[in-house]
């Protein structure tokens, strides 16, 4: 299943499903990206970061696509498990320190 | 469990009360943040403190006040709150405050303005 983040804020997905989760940043001089997944009651939890000196990054069972030309992030989850299901964030650090988080997609799944 | 621990879990307070709320980390971080956070809404940075000393102020009306007495800890302390500050309020720290550094989040506070 796949969501275009703004536009589509819940991603519905089965488990056992890749799931793609999409992001569109803003500002083009941003150079550090993160996903935050947040559970209910949680705080945001760090999933992965890339640099803007990658276009791809792996981690287990994720991986995270950055295409600068268009102001794009993608986060891909391999083999979605109903423990996956959660709230995930985009970030973008703009300047030196300051984090702007994305409006957040919904992931759903179901056994 | 996260290891940035924050203090209290939830939090009801009158307009008229001061109250403040605690944020610790072990990590050996630097740099230590407090973020605000609406239902269904992404979180929003308030104060960013680098070295102890506060480096970002979000244009946060008065009535938040952080302090951060040393490396791991840091406060928020509140007087005279309006009901739509009831929120989530989140701490986060990051080695030094540098760029290319996750922040890594506590839980939050829970706040309820009566």
């Known amino acids: 299943g796949e969501s275009v983040g703004l536009h589509l804020p819940t991603l519905s997905v089965q488990e056992g499903d890749n799931s793609i989760i999409n992001c569109a940043y803003s500002n083009s001089a941003s150079d550090y990206f993160i996903w935050y997944k947040q559970e209910s009651g949680k705080g945001p939890q760090f999933i992965i970061d890339?640099?803007?000196?990658?276009d791809k990054r792996q981690g287990q069972r994720v991986t995270v696509l950055l295409n600068k030309t268009v102001k794009h992030l993608s986060l891909q989850i391999a083999a979605t498990q109903p423990g996956d299901s959660a709230v995930y964030f985009c970030?973008?650090?703009?300047?030196?320190?300051?984090?702007?988080f994305g409006t957040g997609t919904r992931l759903l799944v179901s056994p | 469990d996260t290891e940035v621990t924050q203090t209290p879990k939830h939090l009801v307070m009158g307009m008229t009360n001061k109250k403040s709320l605690k944020c610790e980390q072990h990590m050996g971080h630097r740099a230590m943040y407090w973020y605000k956070q609406k239902a269904k809404k992404p979180p929003e940075l308030m104060f960013v403190?680098?070295?102890?000393?506060?480096?970002i102020n979000e244009s946060v009306p008065s009535r938040f006040s952080p302090e951060c007495p040393n490396s791991s800890l840091l406060n928020l302390h509140l007087h005279a709150l309006q009901p739509e500050d009831s929120a989530l309020y989140l701490c986060?720290?990051?080695?030094?405050?540098?760029?290319?550094?996750?922040?890594?989040f506590g839980d939050g506070t829970r706040l309820s303005i009566l």
């Open positions: 403190y680098s070295y102890e000393k506060l480096s």
């Open positions: 986060a720290s990051s080695q030094d405050g540098g760029s290319n550094q996750p922040q890594h």
């Open positions: 970030a973008e650090l703009q300047g030196f320190q300051k984090l702007v």
């Open positions: 890339i640099r803007s000196n990658m």
